[in-house]
C-alpha cells in the first residue's frame, strides 16, 4: 500500500526509498521499499493522510509480539518483515549519511 509519491530512488545507489518521518527524531528518513523478511526493525505508521508515514523503531519485545502474531494466525500478518532504514543498506551510506546510525538503539 506504499506507492506512488513516497517512492523515490536514492541519489547513490538507486535503490527504490520511502521517505518517512523518525518517530525519534522527526526527520526525514529513507526506508527501503523491499521488505526484508525477518529482519529490518522499522513499522510505518500512516498517521495522517498526505503526509509521509512515520517510522516507529520497534522494541524487541515488539518485535517478538509481531512474530507471534503471524504465527498465530498467518494470514492476518503476512509476510512478517518489517522495513529497515535505507542507511543500513545502502552501499555507499558511509558518504552521504549525515546522523547517528539508524537502527542500533532499542531496548
Ligand atoms: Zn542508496
Same mark, same amino acid.
Given at each position: 500500500?506504499?506507492? !506512488?509519491?513516497?517512492?523515490?530512488? *536514492?541519489?547513490? *545507489? !538507486?535503490?527504490?526509498?520511502?521517505?518517512?518521518?523518525?518517530?525519534?527524531? !522527526?526527520?526525514?528518513?529513507? #526506508?527501503?521499499?523491499?521488505?526484508?523478511?525477518?529482519?529490518?526493525? #522499522?513499522?510505518?505508521?500512516?498517521?495522517?493522510?498526505?503526509?509521509?508515514?512515520?517510522?516507529?523503531?520497534?522494541?524487541?519485545?515488539?518485535?517478538?509480539?509481531?512474530?507471534?502474531?503471524?504465527?498465530?494466525?498467518?494470514?492476518?500478518?503476512?509476510?512478517?518483515?518489517?522495513?529497515?532504514?535505507?542507511?543500513?543498506? *545502502?552501499?555507499?551510506?558511509?558518504?552521504?549519511?549525515?546522523?547517528?546510525?539508524?537502527?542500533?538503539?532499542?531496548?
Amino acid at each position: 500500500m506504499i506507492e !506512488g509519491d513516497r517512492v523515490s530512488a *536514492c541519489r547513490s *545507489c !538507486g535503490a527504490r526509498v520511502i521517505w518517512a518521518t523518525s518517530e525519534k527524531s !522527526g526527520k526525514a528518513l529513507p #526506508i527501503d521499499v523491499e521488505r526484508v523478511p525477518f529482519r529490518g526493525s #522499522i513499522v510505518l505508521r500512516h498517521e495522517v493522510a498526505g503526509e509521509p508515514p512515520v517510522a516507529h523503531y520497534t522494541s524487541k519485545d515488539e518485535r517478538a509480539a509481531l512474530k507471534a502474531a503471524h504465527e498465530r494466525s498467518p494470514e492476518e500478518h503476512r509476510p512478517f518483515a518489517l522495513f529497515q532504514s535505507h542507511f543500513a543498506s *545502502c552501499p555507499s551510506a558511509a558518504r552521504w549519511r549525515t546522523g547517528p546510525p539508524a537502527g542500533t538503539t532499542g531496548r
